[in-house]
Structures are given as structure tokens and as C-alpha cells.
Nanobody
């Protein structure tokens, strides 16, 4: 079992920045590929970013490319999402998720473990 806890969410003005963290416990995070997803009210959960277990960045959603950066520190069992130039449409609950396999990285159902989420609100 892996327990994931997100932190770093909050309220910011458009153009601002936030850095989300996802801390893992239970098992070493270095065994897992990690993703960030988000879910806005009334919408489906959507893929944001993905990083392989060895730290190689997998992909970003087109809507966040050039603004968000995913990273990880396996020695601290933590994954990060640096979010810059935030827009009101980035407002959502952000979730980190862990998966042991290498397939279907864009699909929420393919992930084995999820955090509880952290709210990000961007005011215009």
C-alpha cells in the first residue's frame, strides 16, 4: 500500500504561482510512476502531468505545457508540481496518483493509488 498526501494548494491571482507537493508513505515512491490530475466542478478528472519512476518526464497536458513542471525527489519520497502563470481555468482539485505499470498514463483508472486532493483556486 502507498499513502499519498498532497499539499501546497491555495488561492492565487491570475498570473501567480503555486507549488504542489505529494508525499508518499508506506512504500518507496521510487518504485512508482507518478501522475498529477485535476478535477473541476462538474467536469471529469483530467490528466495534467506524468513522470517516470526514474525521474524522466513523461508528458504534460497541452493546456499546461510551458507553465507547469513536474519533478520528483525519490530520496524524500515526494513528487512536485510547479505551476506558473496560473489562469482561472486552472481552478480545480489537484490529485497525485501512483502506478506500477507503464501503460495508459493518461487514464485515471490505470492508477493504483490516489491522494485526497488539494484545492487550487485562481482568481481573475
Amino acid at each position: 500500500q502507498v499513502q499519498l498526501v498532497e499539499s501546497g494548494g491555495g488561492s492565487v491571482q491570475a498570473g501567480g504561482s503555486l507549488r504542489l507537493a505529494c508525499a508518499a508513505s508506506g512504500r518507496t515512491l521510487s518504485n512508482y510512476n507518478m501522475g498529477w490530475f485535476r478535477q473541476a466542478p462538474g467536469k471529469e478528472r483530467e490528466f495534467v502531468a506524468f513522470i517516470w519512476s526514474n525521474g524522466v518526464i513523461g508528458d504534460y497536458a497541452n493546456s499546461v505545457k510551458g507553465r507547469f513542471t513536474i519533478s520528483r525527489d525519490n530520496s524524500k519520497n515526494t513528487v512536485f508540481l510547479q505551476m506558473n502563470s496560473l489562469k482561472p481555468e486552472d481552478t480545480a482539485i489537484y490529485y497525485c496518483a501512483a502506478k506500477g505499470s507503464s501503460t495508459n498514463i493518461y487514464q485515471p483508472r490505470a492508477y493504483d493509488y490516489w491522494g485526497q486532493g488539494t484545492q487550487v483556486t485562481v482568481a481573475s
